[in-house]
Structure formats: C-alpha cells, structure tokens
C-alpha cells in the first residue's frame, strides 16, 4: 500500500510528487499521456520541439516559487533567463514595449501615455503594493479556504500586517480602481485587458483588484525564457522524485477513485492501487467521471454548479519556420481590435523559442506557439469543426504576417480544446481555471483540502488559482496538509 497516490504530473501533481518523496512517503504518481507535464508539457515534430500550453517563465528570481521550491529539493533548476522585455504589445497603429524593470516600464508609460502618465504611474505603484501584500500571504502557503478551526486560526496568523491593509480592496475591481486614478484612456485599458485574459482569464471589469494586482505585477518580479520549454521544469521536479524513490506509471489513465478502509485507485489497464492519501491533479471538470458515487454523494463540490462555472479553452498553432523574426523580443502579444473580446483571434500570444536554444529548434530556425482563447464548448459541433479551425488559423496568421511574414514554414499543427481533451484529458479541453466572475470571485475559490479525508486537489482550479505558479503552490500546500495530517 501506498502513503500517497498523485493522479496527474502537472506542476501542482510534480511538486506534489516530489516534495511527499522527500518527506519519505511513499508515492505513486500516475499519468495517462505518455508526456509528462499536462498543459506544462511538450511534443516534437520533426526537429522542432513544441509547448503544449504555457511558454512565459515565472518565480524563478530569488524568493520565487520555484527558486524556493529547487531549494527545497536539493537540485537546480533548469537554465533560464531574465527578459529585459517581457513582451511587445502590437495594436493596429502601435507598439508597447512591456518592460520587465519598473523603472524601464514607467518610462514606457510616460512615452506612449504622456497625458496620464502620472495617473497611470500610481496606479501601477498601487498595484504592486497590493500584490505584495498579497503575495506574502500565499506564498506562506495557508489552506484556504480553511475547512477546519485549526487552519482558519494557522491563516490568520499568516496574514500580516499588509494583507490586512489591502482588506479595503478586497471588494473592489480593477475597472473600479482605473476611475479611482481617472484612467479612461481606450489603448492602456486594452492593453491591461490584454495581460489580464492571458493571467487570469477575465478583463478590469469582472476582475477582483487584489487577484488583478498579482497578474499586472509578476511579471516585474522576474519574467523569465527557460530553456528547452517550461516542460524542462516538470521533467526536473520527476527527475529528483524517481531519485527520491518515488514511483511513477505513465500511459496509465485512471478510470476509477473510490474508498473503503483505504483509497482505492483503478486504471484502464485493470490495476487497483490502494493508498492513504489521494490527490488529484487536473481540472475539478474532470474529477467527477472517476469518483465513486459514494464520494460524489457527500463531496461538499457538487458537480452540477460546478459545470455551469465558465472556462476557456485554447486554440494553439504550431509553427516551425526559418528565423526571420527581425525583433529582439521572444514574446509577442495581438490586440487586433481594441474594442472587441479578448478572444477568438483578437487577442493572441505569440512565443519564439530563443534563437540559442538547440533544444527547441535547428540552428536558423525558430519554434514558434501561438494562443487565443477561445469558447470550448463551440468546438465540439463535427460538422463546423473544420470550416472554424480553417477561418481561425487564417485569421490569426493573417494579423502575424503584417509583422513578420513567416516564409518557409517547415511545420504546421493546430490544436483546439477537442486537442486539448484528448491529450492532457480535461473536460472539453477547459484550461487556465474559471473565469473570475465579479468581485466576489476570490470568495468562492477551491479548497486544495476537500470535506472528504485523504482526498486533496491540487491544480488551476483550486486556491491559489491558475498558472505554473498558482499549480506548484496548491501542490506545496497539499504537501504541507498532508504531512500535518500525519
């Protein structure tokens, strides 16, 4: 019998995984792909490498997530680099150069913003003070929301005195912070609509200001190219956990978690696993087709509100082709119409793998990934699924080649939330999490530690909320929950 079974190896199931194994549990981790990673992974085509999901490194400055977390296990990570540029902001008449260095950034915002330039300086100060008092909350890793008087008690002693500070805006949105600053300027709305669908999948509007404040604010705490992809990130948290004496399947896709005296794990190739402990790594839409119904029955998430929360799926090509990219920046981000929905080919981010980067791609070429959100449920119709994926991807490459023609292109691949579905198995190819819904949303986040003992979640979909580092801290957390549960 096993202490622990991690269903899943995305960064919340690695770190997971990885951080039990050091703590001398013995773990098993399982995975249905034959990939590991989930929308952190990676394929090859050709001699070009691609990823899957997430492109743009983060928490890798000193005291970042991960930085804490390779610490913790004793291995360095995998190389990366500082970006001076985060990204280059395209709209149909400009280009904002988004700096990693606050200083550089404000500059930038003095010259493409000179009439609120001040207006916007403050608001920008303001948000990375609240991020900072947010942020020293949750990476001191406190269960939330607590399910018991002891962890309510362990998170109010988390809480210092700058969260407290911020509880003013606990019920405040982005928008409304903008007319707190008279910031009505139509371009930067745009442009913070932009980062904020691509962090945390919602605009000033509908987002909360403290949740928005850490999206508009990572970055400049180090935004960062890994080398050889972010699934070189997931490969090195597997790489210590085997060291460590975890055990790991892949290409195993469990069909079934159910619980006796202990938990019962079972897989399409008819093995029954037995643990103390289970945890579930991958979206909260995909978990109730493998409970048991007996756990269905008194799991506090009930599945028929938890299917009408809104997700977005991702519409993804994949690109090998020559390097004639004439720009010094790996991240590119469209805005092709300022005043429609960041989604659907209006709003899209562009990744190029570093010219130095033999892993990612022949010396002269380029890996190139390029995403936008998109409404998953619409791809699942047969009929119109090839007409939609062939307007998409002209759609999207027609925008790309007005700034850099792509000219002997080597590889093609497309990928839509059915893609999704069938390679990482989410639920109609939802990823990123749920779509915040107003102010209230941080109110009705996840648990990583759900009603039922031994089950836990770690994920895009439980606090802290989506990201490579939202996922590797909820997998921390049930890490930490489990070993107090001894």
């Not at 149909?92 to 003095?110: C, G, H, L, V």
């Amino acid at each position: 019998m096993y202490d622990v079974i991690v269903v899943g190896t995305g960064f919340g199931g690695m770190t997971a995984s990885a951080l039990l194994a050091k703590k001398g549990y013995r773990t098993l981790s399982i995975e249905a792909a034959s990939e590991l990673g989930g929308c952190a992974g990676k394929f090859e085509r050709q001699s070009f490498r691609f990823q899957a999901g997430a492109t743009l490194g983060m928490g890798f400055e000193e005291g970042g997530v991960f930085s804490q977390l390779f610490h913790e296990l004793d291995i360095s990570p995998p190389p990366v680099h500082l970006l001076d540029t985060i990204m280059d902001v395209h709209f149909s008449e400009r280009t904002i150069r988004y700096y990693q260095q606050k200083e550089r950034w404000f500059d930038e915002i003095a010259r493409q913003f000179p009439k609120d330039s001040a207006a916007i300086v403050r608001f920008f100060e303001e948000m990375f003070s609240l991020a900072d008092a947010m942020l020293s909350f949750v990476y001191k890793r406190p269960i939330v929301p607590p399910k018991t008087i002891k962890q309510l008690f362990q998170a109010m002693q988390k809480a210092d005195s700058k969260l407290i500070s911020a509880t003013p805006f606990l019920f405040q949105s982005i928008a409304k912070r903008l007319q707190h600053y008279g910031i009505r300027d139509e371009t930067f709305i745009a442009f913070l609509n932009g980062q904020l669908v691509d962090s945390v999948q919602t605009t000033i509007e509908r987002c909360p200001a403290l949740l928005g404040a850490v999206a508009l604010s990572i970055f400049h705490r180090g935004a960062f190219y890994v080398e050889g992809g972010l699934a070189n990130v997931v490969h090195a948290l597997a790489e210590r956990y085997k060291q460590l004496g975890g055990e790991q399947r892949m290409r195993e896709k469990v069909v079934s978690i159910r619980k006796q005296r202990h938990w019962l794990v079972t897989t399409n190739r008819k093995q029954t696993y037995e643990a103390k402990h289970v945890v579930f790594n991958g979206s909260l839409h995909s978990i109730f087709s493998i409970l048991d119904d007996s756990i269905k029955r008194i799991f506090s998430i009930r599945e028929e509100k938890e299917k009408k929360r809104p997700a977005w799926g991702a519409f993804t090509i994949y690109i090998g082709a020559d390097d004639d990219l004439q720009t010094d920046s790996l991240y590119h981000q469209f805005i092709v119409n300022q005043t429609k929905p960041m989604s659907e080919g209006n709003q899209f981010l562009l990744s190029a793998s570093a010219p130095f980067d033999r892993q990612m791609a022949p010396i002269g070429k380029r890996s190139i990934t390029i995403s936008t959100h998109t409404e998953p449920l619409h791809w699942w119709d047969r009929h119109a699924y090839d007409e939609q994926k062939k307007m998409l991807t002209e759609q999207i490459l027609q925008r790309v080649n007005k700034t850099f023609p792509l000219t002997n292109i080597h590889v093609q691949l497309v990928g839509t939330p059915v893609t999704f579905s069938r390679f990482t198995h989410r639920a109609f190819g939802k990823v990123g999490g749920y779509i915040p819904n107003g102010v209230f949303s941080l109110l009705s986040t996840y648990s990583p530690q759900t009603n039922v003992e031994g089950l836990w979640l770690c994920g895009d979909t439980v606090f802290p909320g989506a990201g490579s580092l939202g996922c590797a801290l909820s997998g921390w957390i049930v890490a930490d929950g489990i070993s107090a549960s001894k």
